[in-house]
Structure formats: C-alpha cells, structure tokens
C-alpha cells in the first residue's frame, strides 16, 4: 500500500519507533522491535509504519484504507494513548520516541492488527438502525419524514462515529467485563433511540438494561477522551440510564414519531428554458 508522502525538502528528524510484533500462530509472546527512520514535519504516524513497511521490514502489519480519520480502521495505542494514525502527526508529539501497540481490549490478528468481530457483534446487537411500523415507508425513496433543526440535534453528534474503536480500547469496564456492550455499541443505541423517526427505544432499552449494559459503566469518561470524532460516549450511556429510570418511575416520557413530509408541489417550469435530451441510456 503506497501512503508515504513525498516529503518535503527540509529538516529531517530521527525518531525512534518501538512497535510491537506479534504473530500468534509463531511467537510465544509479543515482544518489541526498534526503528530509526528520518521524519519530517506533515508526516503522519500512519505515514511513518508505511515508510518502515515500504523501505525498513515489510514483514510488519498493520490496517489502515482512507487515510483521512473516516474509515475507523488505522486506530492505534500511541505512546499510551488510543489514536487513529491518519490523524497523529510524528511531530507533534515532542518526542523522539514513538512507542505503537495493538489496541488493547481486542484480539491481535498480527503485529497492530486487531480482530473487530466482536466489537461488530455488540454493534449489531443494538439494532442500529431505524425501526418504525411503517417500515414500507422507509424503502420508498421518494417519501421523506420532517425532523426539526432540534430533533436532529438530539442524536447528531452520536452519529459522527466511524466504528474506530479507540473508546472501546480505552474503557477499563471492557476490559474487566468481556460481556461489556462497550461505549460504541451503548451510544448507538441511544443515537438511534434519540431519533425521531424510529420507534425502537423499549426494544433497545431490553438489550441495554442489563449488568452487562448501560449499567456497568461507572461514568469515568476514558472514552470521551479519546474519540476523535468528538462524539461523547459517557454522555450517551448517562442518558440511557435517564431513560431507564423515567421508565422505572412511571414517567414514560412522551415521544412524537416523525411523520411523512407532504408530497412536493409539482414544480412548474420557468417560461422560456430549453427541454433537457433525451435519456441516453
Ligand atoms: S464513539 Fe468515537 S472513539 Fe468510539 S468508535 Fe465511535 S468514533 Fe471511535
Ligand atoms: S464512561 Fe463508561 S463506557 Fe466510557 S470509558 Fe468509562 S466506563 Fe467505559
Ligand atoms: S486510515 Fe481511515 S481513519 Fe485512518
């Protein structure tokens, strides 16, 4: 995979990279391996394993696409901390030693891949998706359903997740509790819930209300810290146990399923504008 930018001509910096190699079928354990290459400003973490990849020891592994913080797949631990390698600038850490490991709280697949099927399971097991009785609407493409400026703001930011993981990495209750459903899985079920076009909130409010749910995280906010897509994880999950207590104390509260918008008034052309051709195929 060609990621290496073409660098600039200017001063260039020795970092040191200390990256962690692991295959499972072949090494007993994961051990570390050093590499000197020159950086220079503008380069990324994730343009610094390709140059080592491409130029130092191609047996090294590691998964990135976009190049540009919104595939969600180059997450990595950076000197401690749960980053997307795309988004890291080598500089930028004022450091001359630059320390990458897998995410932690996920299986390594080899060196600073992990395996994200489980992550995908808890994500599925929310229904992360619209549900509403009028499910004919929905696959019609012409028919639209009013939302307010408000009503959007209600789950816009929970929408902004690119499924990266690095909250998930960084949450101590996934890491005590494999069964955790993990802030990504929790906080879509609230940005679902929270939408007024769907009507699935007592469906996923059974899958989160349990010791493995909402009510495992303690709130301590490591994964907000580190989204880097300013979605607010602890804040979501803190507003599902709103919704479960309201519950809990009679007080359902109310929700106004968005309706269909009215048909579009025909569109009457102006006087004087040429026909478009005809289709060509
Ligand atoms: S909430 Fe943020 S950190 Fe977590 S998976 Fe989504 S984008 Fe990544
Ligand atoms: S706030 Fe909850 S979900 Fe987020 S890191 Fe802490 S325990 Fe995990
Ligand atoms: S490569 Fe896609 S987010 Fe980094």
């Known amino acids: ?158 929408s902004y997740c690119i499924k990266c993981g690095l909250c998930y990495s960084a949450c101590p209750t996934t890491y005590t509790d494999e069964l955790f459903l993990g802030p990504q899985a929790l906080t879509q079920a609230y940005r679902y819930s929270a939408d007024t076009r769907d009507n699935g909130i007592e469906e996923r409010l059974l899958i989160v209300d349990n010791p493995h749910g909402c009510w495992r995280c303690h709130f301590a906010g490591a994964c907000t810290m580190v989204c880097p897509r300013g979605v607010d994880p602890a804040l979501a999950i803190q507003l599902l146990k709103k919704e479960i207590a309201a519950r809990r104390f009679g007080a359902k509260p109310r929700r106004e399923l968005a309706k269909l918008a009215p048909p579009p008034k025909e569109a009457k052309p102006r006087p004087n504008i040429p026909k478009p051709p005809p289709p060509s195929v």
């Open 1 to 158: 995979m060609a990621v290496t930018k073409v660098v600039e001509k200017e001063k260039e910096v020795t970092i040191t990279f200390r990256i962690q190699r692991y295959m499972p079928e072949k090494d007993e354990k994961p051990y570390f391996k050093e590499y000197k290459i020159p950086i220079t400003r503008g380069m990324t973490i994730l343009d610094a394993i390709a140059y080592i990849q491409e130029r130092v020891d191609n047996t090294l592994s590691f998964r990135a696409s976009c190049r540009m913080g919104i595939c969600g797949s180059c997450g990595l631990l950076v000197n401690g901390i749960p980053r997307l390698a795309c988004q890291t600038q080598v500089l930028q850490l004022n450091t001359t030693v630059v320390e990458l490991r897998p995410l932690p709280n996920f299986p390594i697949v080899k060196d600073l891949i992990v395996d994200f099927t489980g992550f995908f399971e808890k994500h599925r097991s929310i229904k992360p998706y619209i549900i509403r009785p009028d499910v004919s609407d929905l696959s019609d493409l012409d028919k639209e359903y009013i939302q307010s400026p408000e009503e959007h703001l209600m789950y816009l930011q929970f």
